[in-house]
């Protein structure tokens, strides 16, 4: 390496310094801020916040899944039937490619939308099992809540599935070269493999930014286990898993950085 190379490594290394000295300085000043408002903190919201978040959660929980899943469901029959249209006609014209990559995005985001849905159907089903909150206003097991609770996990599930199928197929019909079924246990190892480089590349870049927003995500979430230890009293196994899942994920992507780097 030659002086001027690293006489430029230095000097980056130099601008940048500084404002990461910066942001430790801010970061330490908040830090006191924080422990010395602590006292008052834990008593404004130690005990209001998780009764407020339990009461709420027990009043939407045996609804949410079946309400979401029902306009989820509204939406992406609406989207997709539309799309479709616009394909059919696409091939008696064949007009131009802008039309395609409209279709295509709206098909990203209806994964997108079943993706949220079914993320949100596990959290209110696990809500479900913790609170158990079929009970009526008179402390007696409500058959309504019980039964839209019960449609609700179906209907998230099933639509995850028959959406998916639906959006895929019609991606394959698109682009013929894509293969797999929603079905297969090999799905996505088998769509990747049909992907051209342009859509592999795409997958990349979006899987690099999902890493680096994990990240973030986990040491926010590890701060919040941190002060809630002492403000909520909930235990380290929240830090525990945060800290789990942190180094699952980051373990993963460099173990498969490392295999990439060695093909040549």
């Known amino acids: ?20 000295v910066i942001m430790l300085v801010i970061a330490l000043i908040a830090e006191k801020i924080l422990f010395a408002m602590f ?63 409209k279709i295509e995005e709206k098909l990203s985001y209806l994964i997108f939308l079943i993706s949220v849905n079914i993320i949100f159907g596990f959290f209110f089903l696990g809500i479900a099992s913790m609170l158990l909150p079929f ?19 179906i209907l998230f599930i099933t639509s995850y599935i028959l959406i998916q199928k639906k959006v895929i197929n019609l991606q394959k019909e698109i682009n013929p070269l ?39 995500t986990c040491l926010i979430l590890f701060l919040f286990c941190v002060v809630g230890h002492d403000l909520w009293d909930f235990g380290i196994m929240p830090m525990v898993i945060v800290i789990i899942i942190w180094l699952v994920q980051t373990i993963s992507y460099y173990i498969e950085s490392i295999k990439y780097s060695k093909v040549k």
């Open 1 to 20: 390496m030659n002086k001027s190379r690293v006489d430029e490594i230095k000097k980056e290394d130099k601008k940048a310094f500084k404002g990461f």
């Open 39 to 101: 006292g008052n903190l834990k008593q404004a919201f130690g005990e209001s916040v998780p009764s407020l978040l339990i009461n709420t959660l027990e009043v939407i929980t045996p609804f949410a899944s079946l309400v979401l899943s029902i306009l989820v469901t509204i939406v992406s029959k609406i989207v997709y039937t539309n799309s479709k249209k616009e394909y059919d006609l696409w091939k008696q014209t064949n007009e131009d490619d802008d039309t395609i990559d």
């Open 135 to 153: 009970d009526d206003v008179n402390g007696n097991p409500s058959i309504i809540k019980y039964l839209c609770f019960s449609i609700g996990t």
């Open 178 to 216: 894509l293969k797999g079924s929603v079905y297969d246990m090999n799905f996505s190892k088998k769509w990747l493999d049909s992907c051209d480089e342009s859509i592999k590349l795409g997958i990349y870049k979006s899987s690099y930014k999902a890493y680096k927003s994990v990240s973030t």
